[in-house]
Nanobody
Framework: QVQLVESGGGLVQPGGSLRLSCAAS????????MGWYRQLPGKGREWVAS???????TYADSVKGRFTISRDNAKNTVYLQMDSLKPEDTAVYYC????????????WGQGTQVTVSS
């Protein structure tokens, strides 16, 4: 059974930093894109950042220049370094990955809460 397990959320003051991690485990053949989404209070889930298998990143405009996505393919892990955090970044952050068992399918982590508040 394939799982995505996130860690690293928490409470941070405005201007602070957090680093999220997401590790894929289980039996699978390959992972293509990995990324992060977030769900703000009372709103739908929105895309934050993605990285291809080669590590090429793309970002939502709202986080560009403040967040950095990276991945370690040897560890099947994707990271999200979040700097200059703002209160409007408060959300539940979800890891996403396209993982091949027989075919490529979409997998989600359980979510980790990030709260930016003084």
């Amino acid at each position: 059974q394939v799982q995505l397990v996130e860690s690293g959320g928490g409470l941070v003051q405005p201007g602070g930093s957090l680093r999220l991690s997401c590790a894929a485990s289980g039996s699978f053949v390959a992972i293509s894109n990995m990324g992060w989404y977030r769900q703000l209070p009372g709103k739908g889930r929105e895309w934050v950042a993605s990285a291809t298998h080669a590590g090429t990143p793309t970002y939502a405009d709202s986080v560009k220049g403040r967040f950095t996505i990276s991945r370690d393919n040897a560890k099947n892990t994707v990271y999200l370094q979040m700097d200059s955090l703002k209160p409007e970044d408060t959300a539940v952050y979800y890891c996403h990955a396209n993982i091949k068992i027989l075919t490529f399918d979409s997998f989600w982590g359980q979510g980790t809460q990030v709260t930016v508040s003084s």
